[in-house]
């Protein structure tokens, strides 16, 4: 059981290049996230999904897009990157909510520390 | 969205005193609370959580207290050691939504 993994670790991207980040879950879970983290910012949700072929915006969805085609996982697509986002991605995964509609635990990946220069 | 706040944003402790952090939030249909730790270069883990159903938890050296009235929730450590050196995040999801909004997290020192 690997919980949530993600690819690559590291990375160094020229402005305007593009790429893909691979976020991987083996818990079934049906929800699935992707947070940047830079320094005195916390977490911020970038986009989020629901199920398998949904997606929806986060805080900070500008510049990025996702596809969920599977349910276990969920590719972050940076189309064209800029050094404005240079920090480290992080997935999760958790379950819907529980009975009662309460909110349940988060599994987060290794993260993913991206350079762009 | 949620707002979510929380403090101090640094806090260092001696060994062996009692830590405790505080998170504030807006929507008071909140109704669950966690707290993820952060070691350095590692990733968020849940640490311990609370229900809107429950004033408090408690897991060995570590306790979250809730109160809902005023929208806002504490980590409390006791007997803090090294290990306890981290980033601490606190956050709050909608309802019915399992979407978390984080704080920007509390760096706890502690001083051997």
């Known amino acids: 059981n690997a919980g949530v993994t993600q690819t690559p670790k590291f990375r160094v991207l020229k402005t305007g290049q593009s790429m893909t980040l691979l976020c991987a879950q083996d818990m079934n879970h049906e929800y699935m996230y992707w947070y940047r983290q830079d320094p005195g910012m916390g977490l911020r949700l970038i986009h989020y999904?629901?199920?398998?072929?949904?997606?929806a915006k986060g805080e900070v969805p500008d510049g990025y897009n996702v596809s969920r085609l599977k349910k276990q996982n969920f590719l972050l697509g940076l189309e064209s990157a800029a050094p404005s986002q240079t920090s480290v991605y992080f997935c999760?995964?958790?379950?819907?909510?529980?009975?009662?509609?309460?909110?349940?635990?988060?599994?987060f990946g290794q993260g993913t520390r991206l350079t762009v220069v | 969205g949620e707002n979510v706040e929380q403090h101090p944003s640094t806090l260092s402790v001696q060994e062996g005193d009692s830590a405790v952090i505080k998170c504030t939030y807006s929507?008071?249909?909140?109704?669950?609370f966690p707290w993820y730790k952060q070691e350095l270069g590692k990733r968020p883990q849940l640490i311990i959580d609370?229900?809107?159903?429950?004033g408090e938890k408690k897991d060995q050296r570590i306790a979250v207290t809730l109160n809902k009235t005023a929208k806002h929730f504490s980590l409390h450590i006791t007997e803090t050691q090294p290990e306890d050196s981290a980033v601490y995040f606190c956050?709050?999801?909608?309802?019915?939504?399992?979407?978390?909004?984080f704080g920007k997290g509390n760096q706890v020192v502690v001083i051997p």
């Open positions: 999760a995964s958790s379950y819907s909510t529980s009975k009662g509609g309460f909110g349940t635990e988060a599994f």
């Open positions: 609370i229900r809107s159903n429950v």
């Open positions: 999904s629901v199920g398998e072929g949904t997606t």
């Open positions: 929507d008071s249909a909140s109704n669950y």
């Open positions: 956050a709050v999801p909608r309802y019915g939504n399992n979407r978390l909004a």
